[in-house]
């Protein structure tokens, strides 16, 4: 009896429990439920996107939402190069903290206030990101505890950081010494990340270690932010990243990689062949003239600002002259400015589908060039579209496509090539080079243009040079001046002498007694104009140039490929090296070769940093050990070079022009040390045919060790050479030389 009533009891008990149970079961399901917060910028109700673009690279997008509920339609960017990124995240709203993957990189979301942290997958935090309204301004908040660099061309150098960047584009605050501005919302920071905000426009404020990026409400309710978090390792890293985002660069005709010489007002048609003439009897190189037009100056070879009609008191007979030009081997650029300021045009081809764009307006880019073809076909070889500032960004970029795409119609295979004062990301697509603007001539504008160029290349295009000498002459433009900028400049990309009292820019016209035409009050002192040092000075900067032209031309390719550019600040290539990322003043010309401008006045030595390793003196080939500060003794005519153990320098013979038929063999320095490898590149320079990667590559590797230099033909060739090739290959150390022939097959260099 015990025993039932204890079974009946404990069966009771356990009915009891489990309806206790699933009564709290119940109750838990049917409590309120803890509410997402929806994404809110102030007042703006949001909806937020993450894509996965690279391994390296995550797209976030804030979309703005309006009384539907829905997203404003994306404005499209020419900026920005389609890409097909894959979407890993699309809410209105979210509980608590969302964590998801893109590629190599770990993102955590939480939307009151809207958060992000971005880390790789070892759990190293890349950027961390606070977006807040405060009235009619909202604040993206970013971390940059390192310094900071990029966003364009001009402002305060070379670190960004501790400064306020309106982000106002043109000739304005500062253009005496930085040059002009050209704003790109790009910035790498050197502990490993880089940003690009595509959209809205805003403001950097870099003042504090949590910087901001500001911009008003009304912008982002008529456009998302649209906003680009890379991930590196190497700098380079971010360099792939950034043309991964706004495009490819592309080559340049090789005729570019020489001399420019520009002109302003003209003596009268005689005075063109007259100069052309009188580089080739000194024997100074130079691949390109340069014409003003007239309104800048009073002579020049068009009838005034924005006109194509040649001006018969310069060019009276423009098809003759142009001739007379190119039979000597030279090319022939033409100045033009007033372009529509709503300038427009996604394509040239009016048979694509084109969503409705408008063929019939003068403002199309088609009918814009159809206004420069006749002067094409009269043999003008490039343009020099100036002025600009005041154009919106699209039409800056319709501009550069007009001069891309505009030669192409008539000259279907031939590179073209322009030269601008404004760009913006995405105009290296277009083959438009940019120079920094009319500057003065004066000490601090040279030194200030050594990080004014780094940043520029880092940020913009890879191209990029200025008015050798400066643009507006001050009692400080003298001899010395100019020859510290001419040798500065034959390491720019763009090598090209422009500024008023233009004889001056002459590599001659510092010992003729005269000046040319004054434009604006005279400042020069007469002693200067029997100044002999200069010209065999010039004379020697660009044979240098010249000879550099195998090394120089594979950078470019290196460029257009990798988006590292010709002119890399130190960092690029030691970011793990304690300070090196506060050098400005100095930098590297491609992987291998140090440049140390010389920018102070009457200057006997130079102070600079050695990088780790070892460096050989470029002039004396002294073998020197890096990871130092050392001061080097300069004369007038050197500017102190370097170049690293391990490189090997390709340098040809002396030319007149890129384009001139040399026999004697180029010569393949070779610095020992360490092991070292270069891939020279080549193609024909001036076809489309390297886009179908129609070129030569031919490797050189130096063992040390063995104290072997081996030369091999690339896989990737597709050119065939046209015979056998022969190179002196000489040591650096001690000057010894071994003459090879190489006829595509491994050849080699011994040396005991």
Not at 36 to 42: M, Q
Request: aromatic letters at 12%; proline letters at 7%; one cysteine or more.
């Amino acid at each position: 009896m015990e025993n039932r009533v204890f079974a009946t009891n404990f069966i009771m008990l356990s009915l009891s429990s489990r309806i206790i149970a699933t009564l709290a079961i119940l109750l838990l399901f049917s409590a309120p439920k803890a509410a997402a917060a929806p994404f809110h910028l102030g007042l703006d109700a949001s909806e937020l996107t993450i894509s996965e673009v690279s391994e390296r690279t995550v797209w976030i997008r804030l979309s703005p939402l309006n009384e539907k509920g829905t997203p404003p339609a994306a404005i499209p960017s020419t900026a920005f190069v389609p890409l097909g990124a894959v979407e890993k995240l699309h809410v209105l709203d979210l509980m608590g903290t969302k964590e998801l993957q893109a590629g190599r990189l770990r993102i955590s979301v939480h939307s009151d206030p809207i958060a992000i942290s971005i880390r790789t997958a070892e759990g190293r935090l890349v950027q961390e990101l606070l977006i807040e309204n405060s009235g009619e301004t909202n604040s993206l908040r970013f971390k940059s505890e390192a310094p900071v660099f990029g966003l364009g061309e001009g402002e305060h150098q070379f670190d960004r950081r501790d400064h306020y960047y309106p982000m106002r584009n043109g000739q304005l605050t500062g253009l005496a010494t930085n040059g002009a501005t050209i704003p790109v919302p790009w910035l790498i920071g050197a502990d490993g990340w880089a940003m690009f905000v595509l959209r809205p426009w805003g403001e950097f404020d870099l003042r504090d270690q949590n910087s901001r990026f500001l911009f008003k409400r009304e912008s982002f309710q008529k456009a998302p932010l649209d906003l680009f978090i890379v991930n590196w390792d190497q700098p380079k890293d971010a360099l792939a990243e950034y043309i991964r985002l706004t495009g490819h660069p592309v080559m340049p005709p090789k005729w570019v990689m020489g001399y420019i010489q520009s002109h302003r007002t003209l003596a009268g048609p005689e005075e063109p062949l007259q100069i052309a003439k009188t580089f080739r009897e000194k024997q100074l190189p130079c691949d390109a003239l340069i014409y003003l037009g007239t309104g800048y100056c009073t002579n020049g070879w068009n009838t005034g600002h924005g006109s194509l009609t040649f001006n018969p008191n310069a060019f009276n007979q423009p098809a003759e002259q142009i001739k007379a030009l190119h039979d000597l081997n030279f090319k022939v650029v033409l100045h033009i400015n007033h372009a529509p300021r709503d300038l427009f045009g996604t394509t040239m081809s009016s048979s694509k589908d084109t969503a409705g764009e408008d063929f019939s307006s003068p403002n199309h880019i088609l009918n814009y060039w159809a206004r420069h073809r006749d002067d094409e076909a009269l043999g003008v070889d490039a343009w020099w579209p100036d002025d600009g500032d005041e154009l919106p960004i699209e039409a800056r970029l319709a501009r550069h496509r007009c001069y891309y795409e505009g030669p192409l119609l008539d000259h279907t295979n031939s590179r073209p090539w322009s030269l601008h004062r404004n760009g913006f990301a995405g105009a290296a697509r277009y083959g438009g080079w940019i120079w920094s603007g009319d500057v003065e001539s004066r000490w601090a504008t040279l030194a200030a243009h050594v990080p004014v160029g780094l940043n520029y290349s880092l940020s913009l295009t890879p191209f990029w040079g200025t008015d050798t000498g400066g643009f507006i002459p001050t009692r400080e433009f003298t001899g010395e001046l100019y020859v510290r900028w001419f040798q500065f400049s034959a390491f720019n990309p763009l090598f090209r002498s422009h500024g008023r009292t233009w004889h001056l820019r002459l590599p001659w016209g510092w010992n003729t007694g005269e000046t040319g035409p004054i434009e604006s009050r005279d400042v020069t002192d007469r002693a200067e104009l029997h100044n002999d040092q200069v010209e065999p000075i010039c004379k020697k900067y660009l044979e240098l140039r010249y000879q550099l032209l195998p090394y120089n031309y594979t950078l470019i390719r290196e460029a257009c490929d990798t988006g590292l550019p010709p002119m890399r600040a130190l960092w690029l290539h030691y970011p793990n090296v304690a300070d090196v990322t506060k050098i400005g003043d100095e930098y590297l010309w491609g992987r291998d070769i140090l440049v140390a401008p010389v920018v102070e006045k009457g200057a006997t030595s130079r102070h600079l940093y050695l990088p780790p390793g070892t460096w050989y003196d470029w002039w004396t080939h002294e073998k020197l050990d890096g990871g130092r500060w050392l001061d080097r003794s300069v004369d007038l005519a050197t500017m102190p070079l370097f170049a690293r153990a391990g490189a090997i320098v390709p340098l040809d013979p002396v030319r007149q022009y890129t384009g001139q038929s040399v026999t004697t063999p180029t010569t393949l320095m070779v610095f020992p040390g360490i092991d070292g490898s270069f891939t020279m590149y080549d193609d024909d320079g001036a076809s489309l045919d390297y886009l179908k990667d129609i070129g030569s590559w031919t490797d050189l590797h130096w063992d040390d060790h063995d104290k072997t230099l081996t030369i091999q033909r690339d896989d990737r060739s597709k050119l065939k050479a046209s015979g056998p090739r022969k190179f002196n290959v000489v040591l650096a150390s001690n000057g010894a030389l071994r003459l090879v022939e190489f006829a595509g097959k491994k050849a080699q260099a011994k040396f005991k």
